[in-house]
């Protein structure tokens, strides 16, 4: 009876200190937070690059970045837009700057408003081709290769007044512009 005992004493102890074991690694893989994906900078490699023509503001193009990626995404400040074989980008609308950069989960859209042509531009031409680079966070560079989105009717008249918000999360915030 006394081995008898001892061998359940033992055994007693040994199943609480496997217990323990057991629940100090359970609390401690539950107290561990899960690894989420880090967002990333917005490229082309990440979303599908559209435009299109509205009908108001006239001489007006909507351009839309929808996240196809499978991480977050930011948006930072304005894309940088070239019509055919511009010798420099597309003019930023400094005054369209919003309040916090634009995040993208995967399936959201971003909007940038262009402005194409005014009664104050000059040496205005059909561009038939639009390149699309994102901006990296410091704005003094770009991100990944470029989109090449159509342009509706395949062409777009610009002149010299074109200019491109900063991207902005609605479709009107970038037409406000």
Known sequence: MRTNRRTTAALVTLT?????TTLAGTAAT????AKSAAPVACSAATTKVTVKEVQRP????????KNTG????????????????AQSATQVLRDSVPQAV????????????IGTSSPEGEDGYDAKKLGVLFSNRAANGSVGTTAHPKLPGGSV??????????????????LYW
Not at 73 to 83: D, E, I, K, T, V
Not at 157 to 174: E, G, L, P, R
């Open 16 to 20: 609480a200190a496997l217990s323990l």
């Open 30 to 33: 539950a107290a561990a937070p």
């Open 58 to 65: 006239v001489n007006h193009l909507l351009l839309t970045a």
């Open 70 to 85: 499978t991480k977050t995404c930011y948006a930072y400040n304005a894309p940088y837009l070239r019509f055919d074989e």
């Open 102 to 113: 634009v995040t993208l989960k995967p399936g959201q859209s971003a909007y940038a408003g």
């Open 157 to 174: 008249y610009v002149d010299t007044s074109a200019f491109v918000t900063y991207w902005q999360s609605t479709a009107a915030d970038a």
